[in-house]
T-cell receptor
């Protein structure tokens, strides 16, 4: 089975711009979770989607949003980028009730 | 958001030494997971624990689900250079809830 894929792998944006990140889960997995990881920090949970519905949400401002499509692929959008949004954004997929498998992440740099 | 207490924060060890790290929580969990993250990559699942008191091995790695359900331990025996990385614990109450993560233990092997 192919693993979780994330695109793009690297991205440079400037403050005030918006960005969309994409995640393709493992085939058959219907749950996709997004995390933000900053240097030296653990994983901060953004949100989880299951069958196109947001099931859980972390404590991030409304500038962070996401969606899931009928094929379980998910996108995450950050609007009005700030310097502090520079981070590794990780996506993880799972079958319901099973453990999460992570993609390689998208490294976002905001200048 | 909620985070587990993971310790130590970092470890400098000699090749061949055994390593121990742990995670504690103020809440009980029904699942404990241990992941390893290499630089620039997403975390990879090492061991999953589903039952209080459970002791599970994966090669040189052994993890235990604490009997109180509020803690978990990971041991690495006879460390080798490729063990370098960041180890994360994660706990989950139920599959409908998000994973709660520790801040990570960075393992560094002294030359």
């Amino acid at each position: 089975k192919a693993g979780v894929t994330q695109t793009p792998r690297y991205l440079i944006k400037t403050r005030g711009q918006q960005v969309t990140l994409s995640c393709s889960p493992i085939s058959g997995h219907r749950s996709v979770s997004w995390y933000q990881q900053t240097p030296g920090q653990g994983l901060q949970f953004l949100f989880e989607y299951f069958s196109e519905t947001q099931r859980n949400k972390g404590n991030f401002p409304g500038r962070f949003s996401g969606r899931q499509f009928s094929n379980s692929r998910s996108e995450m959008n950050v609007s009005t980028l700030e310097l502090g949004d520079s981070a590794l954004y990780l996506c993880a997929s799972s079958s319901r009730g099973e453990t999460q498998y992570f993609g390689p992440g998208t490294r976002l740099l905001v200048l | 958001g909620q985070q587990l207490n993971q310790s130590p924060q970092s470890m400098f060890i000699q090749e061949g030494e055994d390593v121990s790290m742990n995670c504690t929580s103020s809440s009980i969990f029904n699942t404990w997971l241990w992941y390893k993250q290499d630089p620039g990559e997403g975390p990879v699942l090492l061991i999953a624990l589903y039952k209080a008191g459970e002791l599970t091995s994966n090669g040189r790695l052994t993890a235990q689900f604490g009997i109180t359900r509020k803690d978990s331990f990971l041991n690495i025996s006879a460390s080798i250079p490729s063990d370098v990385g960041i180890y994360f614990c994660a706990g989950q109450w139920d599959s409908n809830y998000q994973l709660i993560w520790g801040a990570g233990t960075k393992l560094i092997i002294k030359p």
